[in-house]
């Protein structure tokens, strides 16, 4: 009778053995679905987040069976043959409910995540930057602008300026998520130093002078559609800007419109507009705007680090489609110049 009753309890001890292993096997081990039904879910883990939030939240989206497993696999991993405990790094990862949870655990351990491209067009200000970063879910705009106006930051890459304005290079860029806002401005100032390097003699400049042709850059970037066409127009400001002659770019004044009165950005420049009184109205002052009004590429850089020497000191919009330019030498010839583009646009309608 006795040993009837010991084999009793150790079958029963054995059954609950093998249900036990086989419940820990299908939560560990068994994807929620198979490839032919799975769905993909991009997870964004912030940064911080603990191993009992990022099980509840896999939970949620249905990648994972059980958020009590989940956490003890992570937090007692001998269960998967592994030693260290799982560590979960922040970011956004691409996972599929065919995955294991094994395989969620060392996907989420490796930092392997998806990084965000985030395309920074040339000619845009520090704030469309930020804007942009902030909608692709980089960093805040707001911590993005406080960064760039870092003062630890600006004396790190010798910037006489009260910002990274004209120094955040435009580019194709593979962020983490959830980046510090200062590793954001670095990661793009490093790039434009770097870049730079390309152009000949302009690495080699003072802080100062840098400074300078990055404004003029900033400018020309803003001003020019064609290529070819960039460095004339910076041989046109530097001719204005050695005789003390007003540059007149609509573009400056967009600036002061969008940026410092944060208007939207105007259709038409009016005659109003042209009576801004501001230090970067290059209608009403002359020489070079208080600091960049843009962030330009290696073109408007390029020419204005190595404009050409050319007695030009007007340009005007001879075909509007294509974004090309007359370059005159005279006021009188600037006009007709002008008077040509009209009597085109008369004919055409």
């Known amino acids: ?60 989206k249905g990648l994972i069976r059980s958020e009590k497993f989940f956490v003890l696999a992570a937090r007692v991993p001998f269960v998967y043959g592994r030693v260290k405990p799982y560590a979960i790094k922040s970011g956004i990862y691409n996972i599929d409910s065919s995955m294991s949870q094994a395989s969620i655990l060392e996907l989420l351990d490796s ?15 520090l704030g469309k930057i930020a804007l942009i970063l902030e909608e692709e879910g980089v960093c805040p705009a707001p911590d993005f602008r406080e960064s760039a106006t870092n003062y630890e930051l600006l004396e790190k890459y010798q910037i006489p300026a009260d910002s990274f304005e004209g120094y955040l290079f435009p580019d194709t860029y593979f ?6 806002a200062k590793a954001v401005v670095s990661m793009m100032a490093d790039n434009f130093f770097d870049r730079i390097k390309t152009i000949p003699g302009l690495s080699e400049k003072s802080p100062r002078e840098l400074y300078d042709i990055l404004i003029m850059a900033s400018i020309v970037e803003r001003e020019y559609r064609v290529e070819s066409e960039a460095p004339l127009i910076a041989s046109v400001f530097y001719n204005r800007l050695r005789d003390n002659v007003g540059f007149y770019s609509c573009a ?14 105007p259709d038409v420049i009016t005659y109003e507009d042209l009576q801004i009184n501001s230090p970067y109205n290059t209608y009403k002052w002359a020489g070079l705007t208080p600091s960049p009004i843009s962030n330009p590429g290696l073109v408007a850089l390029n020419a204005a680090a190595n404009p050409p020497d050319t007695d030009y000191y007007y340009f005007t919009l ?17 006009i007709r110049a002008g008077m040509q583009l009209k009597t085109k646009k008369a004919a055409s309608e």
């Not at 419940?23 to 191993?51: D, F, R």
Request: proline letters at 4%.
């Open 1 to 60: 009778m006795k040993s009837k009753k010991l084999y009793i309890l150790i079958f029963a001890l054995c059954f609950a053995a093998v249900f036990g292993a086989g419940v820990i096997v299908s939560q560990l081990y068994i994807p929620v679905s198979s490839n032919a039904h799975s769905v993909q879910e991009k997870v964004q883990i912030p940064m911080g987040t603990g191993t009992i939030k990022v099980a509840k939240l896999l939970k949620e």
């Open 111 to 125: 930092g392997k995540q998806e990084y965000l491209k985030v395309v920074i067009p040339e000619g845009l200000t």
């Open 175 to 180: 962020f983490n998520p959830s980046m510090q």
């Open 252 to 265: 400056t004044i967009e600036y002061i419109i969008t940026e410092i009165l944060g208007r939207p950005h």
């Open 318 to 334: 001879t075909n509007a489609e294509k974004g090309t330019h007359a370059f005159t030498k005279s006021f009188g010839s600037h």
